[in-house]
């Protein structure tokens, strides 16, 4: 079994053929699914998700570094009530998100901080967005380290000495379509990687893998991130799916 650790199979990309989208993810082995919140817009599409496919589907909780605007506060505080009443798989999506917009890096680090401060409180791990920001969320994971924190860089797209500083932190690499594309460089740092640390995830519908590149993307793709890991790592799939497979469940404790 291959789990996606990160996909939004929740959005309306999806709301013509969602039935179908899991049918060929299992068909390719993808059997759970951790879907990322991104602000209060989507819950009720989210948690619906997850009760109509409660043996899959796992939610998370938090507000996405986009999502920081004005009424931040507001969203934070809606996040937080729903971690009260429910367990959730994580905290997130959050993080800091320099690549669209900085005009609330004050509040992203604000919301950030809080949304760490929740994985330490409910004692789940943390899903973070580090989108030309890596080096600064680690610095922040840094500052905030304590033993109970753990949780994933999703979508990791940052250097050799980056990946160990996370490593080091006891964190996880998300590592899903980026990899499979020409000069993203990231081929050459996996490679140099332990498999102890990868977890796999598509971020679905965004950042499909070569050969869909540019189409939607959808979590049965995940089987083109595990054969391009299997190649740099000179393993084959299977051994790439459980390592990866063990980690997943390591990082949310299912
Ligand atoms: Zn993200
Ligand atoms: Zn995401």
Redesign the pocket.
């Known amino acids: 079994m291959i789990i996606d650790t ?1 996909c ?1 199979l929740y959005l309306d990309d999806f709301d013509t053929d969602r039935p179908a989208l899991i049918e060929r993810a299992n068909a390719e082995s993808v059997g759970r699914f951790y879907l ?1 919140a991104i602000d209060s817009s989507i819950i009720d599409r989210m948690l619906k998700m997850e009760q109509d496919y409660p043996a899959q589907c796992f939610a998370m909780m938090g507000l996405h570094p986009c999502s920081v605007k004005e009424n931040f506060e507001e969203e934070l505080q809606i996040a937080e009530d729903w971690l009260t009443r429910r367990k959730f798989a994580a905290v997130g ?1 959050t993080g800091l998100d320099f690549y669209w917009d900085r005009t609330f890096t004050a509040q992203q680090y604000i919301a950030f901080k809080t949304q760490v401060d929740w994985a330490k409180k409910y004692e789940i791990p943390v899903v973070i ?1 580090s989108r030309q920001s890596t080096p600064e969320c680690i610095d922040v994971i840094k500052e905030m380290h304590d033993d109970s924190l753990s949780g994933v860089f ?1 979508c990791f797209g940052g250097s050799l000495q980056e990946a160990l500083q996370i490593i080091e932190l006891g964190f996880y690499l998300g590592i899903g379509g980026v990899l499979t594309y020409k000069n993203a460089g990231l081929a050459g740092v996996i490679e140099k990687l332990p498999l102890d640390n990868i977890v796999v995830e598509t ?1 679905a519908p965004y950042l499909t893998p070569t050969p869909f590149r540019g189409k939607r993307n959808e979590s049965a793709y995940l089987k083109y991130v595990v054969q391009k890991i299997a190649e740099l790592k000179n393993m084959s799939v299977e051994e790439v799916a459980d390592v990866t497979t063990a980690n997943a469940k390591k990082l949310f404790d299912r």
Do not use: A, S
Request: net charge negative; hydrophobic share 0%; proline share 14%.
């Open positions: 990160h939004h990322p999506e967005h999703h971020d």
